[in-house]
């Protein structure tokens, strides 16, 4: 069969493959996308972020008419129409990925339905429905993404156990949830079901949740979690799970003591593994690295100079908009261009309640890694529109530069914080310094003021909190 | 204190860190080497000049580093980090200047810092802050933004100090150390598209040197700048033959063995005093021709690493033998790149001679600032008319490549006839002890 010729063959249309093949193809080469799965999105818009935060807001509406009351403004109790929910939420999904099919055809990128397989560094095989097709490629850029990691061991062949992606799926609301790994995805589905009014139990092998996370953002997700779930179980480890008629009976070692319970259904979410399975790199020259995620440089490129990798399966931060970025820069360094995945500003936004989003050097490596650093922090309580929002649980601070004042790091914990980290992210891509930061006026009331907020706290003027230290103006 | 990079040699003002032989926390002695620097042409060890512990390191190995930045930070010894303040108090400035003139030059911190010497510095580990945009420009253009002095709050570099940046790079002198950056920057623009070698057959990829890039860097600039013509010519070196064999056995006992090049160094010394110019520089910045009135003669080196060509003073002055042993040992040191920095330097002429492993004339590239250097091929018996009778005679091929700007091909060819009438008939008193 003659092979298809193509300038770029992107495989996998996740955020990371779609934003790397619309890009090539709006820069003027021939992109063929080659996707497994039906629709395009990858796990982001079918089964992560874009289904996990619909069903956020759905919630999150939920508990904020139930504070309400205090607000003098009641609402009757919810009623919840699962279907309805279930619908709505796969409504934005189609939405989102038939967009995407849109935009790939106006831009003229082939999108192919099927397996991609490496037979060699320059002709990849793909299984459609229609039988094998070969493309013959100029450069190929792996974007195949990973999957919920789901070990052996709980692996039981039953539906009761769930990853995210089942979870999501929201096929019903069990009484009873056990969520196994307080990460940032055990969190915020664990929000979501105790919302819905799951009775939930998280477990956590780490002594604290959301590992990563500077403790004072941590802390008021802590505050919210002990409230809304039955138990925060951390040092805590699943050592068996079993079915036991319509429950699964799991065994926890708490201290080196086996403890049963039984739950309606168990959420895993113990991390994600890269797809790197037969995809047939072992006939290119493309290379794991010792956690089996595919080795690249700062230009994305893989031991095969015609081979790019990017986003989740290239390892680093399993983000979104990380695999956005090293699209463009593959598809940058294809083209000849300068670009490099080096010093790139990478945010992380956690969905719980309240938000917790982050950029740069967090407190806690700046003190790892010995790193002389001033913390500047703002709290929201301080905050006129934190108050009116009736949400002062927040906090927000600079990581920065002593000597030159240099933004190293932004945190922010409260509602819309995720929203807010983009901020951060300018001010440290530009270099920014806390005193462009506070000169930089932000409008009144907005939980963006926080931000300026912060860094007048650093210099020791900040207005709407008072701070005993004034730091001496640099020369 | 910090140790920082001491004067490395005239006209020297940057290196890249080899290795690195010393860790945070180390207690290390005076003198002791704390990091060996590639320069130019050699690998030189960094001694501290005080004894301490190893606070801090600010280089890896492959920085290139200028004279005067910060290697390494010492608390300096125990005694003065630890010491009760009583104690310390009565001899506070003895103390001072016990340390001090040991550190190193102060000078370079106190110059006033050109435009290439400027380095970012950040604690954090930071990059220099410049938005993503000036960023991507200055990754195309091959602009290291840590020599970039930002103008902005917290030395933040803008658009505009990218340009300043490289209209002072551009008004500089291409000769020169501190002038790497914009060849740099033109090698970079010019660099030609990625082939894909491995599409025709297994490939391996290796890094070159930083003695290759230097190779490259200058032979590039002469092959570039300077009109090159080289003369060839085939001299008949019976008589200096004669001359090894007669004084070579006597010399060797000494333990000095009498090689060709020697004798054409010598020779070469007698040419260049008859004609001076091709002892010459020319400054191109004055229009000026210099002659100098001494006689330095580089000899290239064929190492492991490359081509290294070190520089053996006042040849003029010594005697044929001494020449021979002190080659020898250069060569020598050359090869294991023990060399100093000053023996790399103040070459006048060169001479490259590849007898030893063969070869017939080729057409040397000249050694810039210098403006001729010498071929040396292998001799061989050749027919050869003497007398007119044909005879199987010792024939040494000969090419002067010259700067065609300062030399004419005239000039030349009485020079090669000097050369050939000195080792036709070499004086026999030269090689008398």
């Known amino acids: 069969m003659e092979p298809i010729k193509t300038d770029i063959v992107v495989v996998g249309a996740g955020p990371g493959g779609y934003a790397a093949a619309f890009y090539a193809a709006d820069k003027g080469k021939k992109v063929i996308l080659v996707e497994r799965e039906k629709r395009l999105g990858g796990v982001c818009l079918n089964a992560g972020c874009i289904p996990s935060k619909a069903l956020l807001h759905a919630t999150h509406s939920m508990r904020d008419m139930e504070h309400s009351t205090e607000r003098g403004v009641a609402f009757s109790k919810p009623k919840i129409d699962l279907d309805k929910l279930r619908g709505w939420k796969n409504s934005v999904i189609a939405k989102l990925t038939q967009g995407l099919a849109g935009l790939a055809e106006r831009r003229g990128v082939e999108v192919m339905q099927g397996r991609g397989y490496f037979e060699d560094s320059r002709t990849l095989r793909v299984e459609t429905s229609k039988g094998q097709k070969f493309v013959n490629y100029d450069q190929a850029i792996i974007a195949v993404g990973s999957r919920a990691a789901l070990p052996a061991a709980f692996d039981l062949g039953n539906k009761r156990v769930m990853t995210s992606t089942e979870a999501l799926e929201l096929e019903e609301i069990p009484k009873n949830l056990l969520v196994v790994g307080a990460g940032y995805i055990g969190m915020e589905l664990g929000t979501v079901y105790a919302t819905l009014g799951s009775t939930v139990v998280v477990t956590e092998a780490l002594p604290n949740i959301l590992t990563g996370v500077d403790s004072d953002l941590a802390r008021p997700v802590m505050r919210y979690a002990e409230k809304a779930f039955k138990e925060i179980r951390l040092n805590t480890k699943v050592a068996k799970m079993a079915t036991s008629g319509k429950q699964i009976k799991v065994t926890f070692t708490v201290e080196g003591k086996a403890k049963e319970e039984s739950y309606d259904r168990v959420l895993v979410c113990v991390g994600r593994v890269p797809n790197c399975k037969d995809l047939g790199l072992e006939n290119t020259k493309a290379a794991l690295d010792e956690k089996g995620f595919v080795k690249v440089n700062a230009q994305m490129q893989t031991g095969d100079p015609a081979i790019y990798a990017i986003g989740d399966v290239a390892g680093g931060a399993l983000l979104a908009h990380k695999a956005m970025k090293e699209g463009r820069i593959a598809v940058e360094s294809i083209l000849g261009e300068y670009s490099t995945s080096e010093n790139v500003v990478i945010p992380a936004v956690v969905f719980t309640d309240p938000e917790v989003a982050w950029c740069g050097l967090t407190e806690a490596e700046a003190k790892q890694k010995g790193i002389a650093v001033q913390v500047a922090r703002f709290p929201w309580a301080a905050s006129g529109r934190a108050i009116t929002l009736d949400r002062p649980d927040g906090l927000t601070k600079f990581v920065i530069d002593a000597e030159s004042e240099r933004i190293l790091g932004v945190g922010i914990v409260g509602v819309n914080a995720g929203e807010l980290i983009g901020e951060g992210v300018l001010a440290m891509e530009m270099g920014a310094t806390a005193r462009d930061m506070a000169e930089s006026v932000h409008p009144h009331p907005t939980l963006s003021e926080t931000l300026m907020e912060a860094a007048e706290v650093f210099y020791g003027y900040p207005t709407d909190t008072f701070v005993q230290k004034k730091r001496t103006p640099l020369p | ?433």
């Open chain 2, 1 to 433: 204190m910090d140790v920082r990079v001491p004067r490395l040699a005239e006209g020297v003002e940057s290196a890249t860190v080899a290795n690195i032989l010393v860790a945070p926390g180390d207690r290390i002695e005076k003198d002791q080497v704390i990091l060996e620097l590639e320069t130019e042409k050699a690998v030189g060890p960094i001694p501290s000049p005080v004894s301490g512990e190893v606070s801090r390191i600010h280089v890896k190995p492959g920085d290139e580093v200028s004279v005067g930045q910060p290697l390494i930070t010492l608390s300096e010894s125990g005694a003065a980090a630890t010491a009760p303040a009583p104690e310390a108090k009565p001899q506070p400035a003895a103390q001072a200047k016990s340390v001090r003139p040991a550190a190193a030059p102060e000078p370079a911190r106190a110059a006033p810092q050109a435009a290439g010497e400027y380095r970012y510095q950040s604690a954090a580990g930071a990059p220099p802050p410049a938005a993503p945009s000036v960023r991507k420009i200055a990754g195309e253009l091959g602009i290291d933004l840590t020599r970039v002095k930002g103008s902005e709050r917290g030395g933040r570099i803008t658009i505009a100090d990218l340009r300043s940046y490289i209209a002072a790079l551009q008004q500089r002198p291409a000769d020169g150390a501190p002038a790497a950056a914009p060849t740099a920057v033109a090698e970079e623009k010019h660099a030609p598209q990625a082939i894909d070698f491995s599409r025709w057959g297994p490939v391996e990829k290796k890094p070159i040197t930083s003695v290759r890039r230097t190779i490259g860097q200058r032979m590039y600039e002469s092959w570039h700048t300077i009109p090159h013509v080289t003369q060839f010519e085939d001299i008949d070196i019976t008589n200096v033959t004669n001359l090894r064999k007669q004084y070579g056995p006597e010399l060797a006992k000494k333990g000095k063995h009498l090689t060709l090049t020697p004798f054409v160094l010598k020779a070469v010394v007698a040419a260049l005093k008859k004609y001076p110019i091709f002892n010459s520089s020319l400054d191109e910045a004055t229009g000026e021709v210099v002659y100098k009135n001494y006689f330095h003669i580089g000899v290239a080196v064929d190492t492991e690493a490359g081509l290294i060509v070190p520089v053996l003073r006042d040849v003029d002055k010594k005697t044929l033998a001494d020449l021979s042993q002190e080659l020898n040992a250069l060569v020598e040191r050359t090869r294991k790149r023990k060399v100093s920095l000053d023996e790399l330097q103040g070459g006048s002429f060169t001479i490259s001679n590849q007898g030893g492993i063969g070869g017939g004339h080729f057409t040397p590239i000249i050694n810039k600032p210098e403006v001729a250097i010498l071929g040396i091929g292998r001799s061989s018996l050749k027919a050869a008319v003497k007398d007119g009778k044909i005879e199987a005679r010792p024939i040494l091929p000969l090419a002067l490549s010259y700067d065609h700007r300062v030399v004419d091909g005239a000039d030349a060819v009485r020079f090669i006839g000097e050369l050939v009438g000195v080792l036709e008939n070499f004086p026999e008193d030269l090689l008398k002890d």
